[in-house]
């Protein structure tokens, strides 16, 4: 599993997501935080939450080049223009899901540390655009 995500993690370094990318993810991940029932699903939903996280930090990343492109600039403001996904707000009833899916106490805080993950990729990323938002926006000027 945690070669699977190192690798879901690397690929994702590599490129940046867009907004279409992030709302189906998010889409995706709070479906399965909400109906899924089954050990299979639990790992799609954690591979996800990775996926969107690396994908993120890709983001944050190209972002941080000194020369920004302007795709990434839009890119980054589609994205920040959608807000904070809404799966790292949802109220996970972890006890009862963890029953379903069969999860042991090293599950659960894995699962806890995946989503404290993409909650900082999301922080990490909205610091970053506010900075290169002001950069941006001052060159526009010049």
Same mark, same amino acid.
């Given at each position: 599993?945690?070669?699977?995500?190192?690798?879901?993690?690397?690929?994702?370094?590599?490129?940046?997501f867009?907004?279409?990318?992030?709302?189906m993810?998010?889409?995706?991940?709070? $479906?399965?935080?909400?109906?899924?029932?089954?050990?299979?699903e639990?790992?799609?939903?954690?591979?996800?939450?990775?996926?969107?996280?690396?994908g993120?930090?890709g983001?944050?990343l190209c972002?941080?080049q000194?020369?920004t492109?302007?795709?990434?600039?839009?890119?980054?403001? $589609?994205?920040?223009?959608?807000?904070k996904?809404?799966?790292?707000?949802?109220d996970?009833?972890?006890?009862?899901k963890? @029953?379903?899916?069969n999860?042991?106490?090293?599950?659960?805080?894995?699962?806890n540390?995946?989503?404290s993950? @993409?909650?900082s990729?999301?922080?990490?990323?909205?610091?970053?655009?506010?900075?290169?938002?002001?950069?941006?926006?001052?060159?526009?000027?010049?």
């Open positions: 599993m945690l070669k699977l995500l190192f690798c879901l993690l690397t690929l994702n370094f590599c490129s940046c867009n907004v279409t990318d992030v709302k993810l998010n889409e995706n991940i709070l $479906d399965l935080m909400s109906n899924a029932n089954q050990r299979n639990s790992v799609q939903m954690i591979r996800m939450i990775a996926l969107y996280s690396g993120m930090c983001n944050r972002m941080e000194r020369n492109e302007e795709h990434v600039w839009k890119i980054g403001k $589609d994205i920040y223009d959608f807000g996904p809404e799966f790292l707000e949802f996970f009833d972890l006890e009862n963890s @029953a379903k899916f999860w042991n106490e090293e599950d659960k805080i894995f699962f540390n995946i989503i993950d @993409a909650n990729a999301w922080n990490d990323f909205e610091k970053i655009f506010a900075k290169v938002k002001h950069k941006y926006l001052s060159s526009q000027k010049s």
